[in-house]
């Protein structure tokens, strides 16, 4: 088996579609935010406040190359780690997923919980900033994009384990 990566912003539908893949594939779904949660006993807000958005971005690096070293994964991981070199090279020894989805649509999906500190009063600005700085490093560690602002869960996550199941997947 090879590791499965859902990447995208937050509010892409990683935590649910990956769900559904893993179900469907037999796999392991880890939740990188819920992982981190789980080991440290905080939220990502706090986190984030306690040691600022470089330690943060360090324990969501380490989660994902920890969990990358599985082969029987389906991987939801946090939005920002295509930010980091390391992990992007490692991606590459994944089939990932690109959820790629619209700032207005993420910003309808969101809301500023503990959860997601980088939101601020204005989810959509940064939402749209966040796709302006980020669509070019999901679009370079992807093998297959989905767009998701029309489609629900269950057919977005048919369309991954589709791919999975075909016959000349890695």
Known sequence: MTPVALVGLMGSGKSTVGALVARATGRTFVDVDVAIRERTGKTVRRLWEEGGEAAYRRLESDAVLQTLRRDDVVLAAPGGVVLDPVVR?????????????????????????????????????????MADERSGLYEQVADLVVDTDHADAASVAGQVVDRIRDPRFG
């Open 89 to 129: 090279a490692a991606l590459r020894n994944a089939f990932v997923v690109w959820l790629r989805t619209e700032p207005a649509t993420l910003a309808q999906r969101v809301n500023d919980d503990d959860h997601r500190p980088l939101l601020g009063q204005h989810p959509h600005a940064v939402l749209a900033k």
